[in-house]
């Protein structure tokens, strides 16, 4: 559309472009706090059962629980922090039973907001197309008032209408993308949480078998 800037193509786009513009808004910011929340978290799962393991299997709890005290801040450092604290006197069945509850925690702590991606993604295409519904009423209505017919009286306003139905989808495809990979990245996460898990456990019936306990 020569000469017409994306300002003139949101004014001319109706009211429900205003919404449509606030879900962008939404989703980008989601999408950044995401990223953000989500990065590094598969390497450094990994790198916190490894430092811990060397530790459980000699039998030496205490400075393992202090290792684990120092990655609180990231979801496997508290998991492994509350199974370690709780291991003497419980049993394995016991131990894998927390480990299962905490991660299961995690994992839905770190889900975030990514629903409103999946709601934003089903719900702006039908936003933009009640637009457009509506764009062309007012242009058939237009042409009736005016009392002269043909394609040069409507298809200004038809063109206008159309306009709400690309930013709908437009704002639904970049949701729709993003929703998927963040569950394809937690499913990885979870994934690889519950290897590490079983790594730190099998370490811990290691540990008690060195101290005597096994």
Do not use: C
């Amino acid at each position: 559309m020569e000469g017409l800037s994306v300002l003139d193509m949101i004014h001319q786009g109706a009211l429900v472009t205003y919404p449509l513009i606030v879900m962008s808004i939404v989703v980008i910011t989601i999408i950044g706090e995401r990223i953000w929340a989500l990065r590094g978290l598969i390497a450094g799962t990994l790198q916190t059962a490894q430092s811990l393991v060397g530790k459980l299997q000699k039998g030496d709890f205490k400075t393992a629980l202090a290792t684990a005290q120092q990655g609180k801040s990231s979801p496997a450092g508290r998991i492994f922090r509350d199974v370690i604290s709780q291991q003497e006197g419980e049993s394995l069945e016991y131990l894998s039973e927390v480990i299962e509850d905490r991660r299961f925690e995690e994992v839905e702590a770190l889900k975030g907001a990514i629903w409103v991606l999946g709601t934003v993604a089903v719900s702006a295409p039908f936003i933009g197309l009640l637009g457009t519904v509506i764009g062309i009423i007012k242009s058939f209505h237009n042409m009736s008032v005016q009392g002269s017919g043909g394609f040069t009286v409507v298809a200004g306003g038809i063109s206008e209408a159309l306009i709400a139905t690309a930013l709908g989808l437009a704002v639904a495809i970049v949701a729709v993308i993003f929703y998927n990979y963040f569950h394809t990245k937690l499913e990885r996460i979870e994934a690889v949480m519950t290897i590490a898990s079983d790594r730190v456990l099998e370490a811990i019936r290691l540990g008690r078998k060195t101290n005597g306990n096994g």
